[in-house]
């Protein structure tokens, strides 16, 4: 088991995993060798903010697709509640679950956090951009859910998308 909550930094080669899926199946890290992958750590399904962050993980998929990267959704949340909040949420990338949060520990997504007054050890909102070779490229801790997906595409270099809105 890995107990290290250090901060990952570019450059490093991110800790490889095996983790299930919400549908069962066993997922690594290496398995995207070849293609960069984004990898979100977020606290709890069906909270609002990681409702919020998963649509907008969702809405934005194609696009990240289409410019050559995967995305990863991991969380401390059984396999069983994932695979509701996928359904729920109409979530087609693979959403990971990290039950004792051995994964969120090596990536430093784990730690010491506030919400409502109180402080507690518990999963930080982060996101990690991995190339095609497995190295770490950029690393956010501390995410804000509303709009980091935007954010994430300006810092990649992608365009903004313009939503299609018809005024009558």
Not at 117 to 146: C, H, K, P
Request: charge should be negative.
């Amino acid at each position: 088991m890995i107990n290290s909550s250090d901060e990952l930094e570019p450059g490093q080669i991110a800790p490889d995993f095996t983790l299930t899926d919400a549908t069962g199946s066993r997922r690594t890290l290496a398995e995207h060798r070849g293609r960069p992958v984004i990898v979100y750590f977020y606290p709890a399904a069906f909270t609002p903010g990681c409702t919020t962050e998963a649509c907008d993980f969702r809405d934005n998929l194609a696009s990240l697709q289409s410019a050559g990267y995967d995305v990863l959704g991991i969380s401390p949340d059984p396999v069983e509640r994932l695979a509701q909040f996928a359904a729920a949420e109409a979530l087609s990338f693979p959403l990971l679950s990290d039950e004792d949060a051995a994964i969120a520990r090596a990536w430093g997504a784990w730690g010491q956090k506030t919400v409502d007054g109180r402080t507690f050890d518990g999963l930080i909102r982060s996101t990690v951009v991995v190339d095609a070779e497995g190295r770490v490229v950029s690393v956010e801790y501390n995410v804000q859910a509303d709009g980091h997906v935007a954010r994430l595409r300006e810092r990649l270099g992608l365009p903004r998308l313009v939503s299609s809105v018809t005024v009558q």
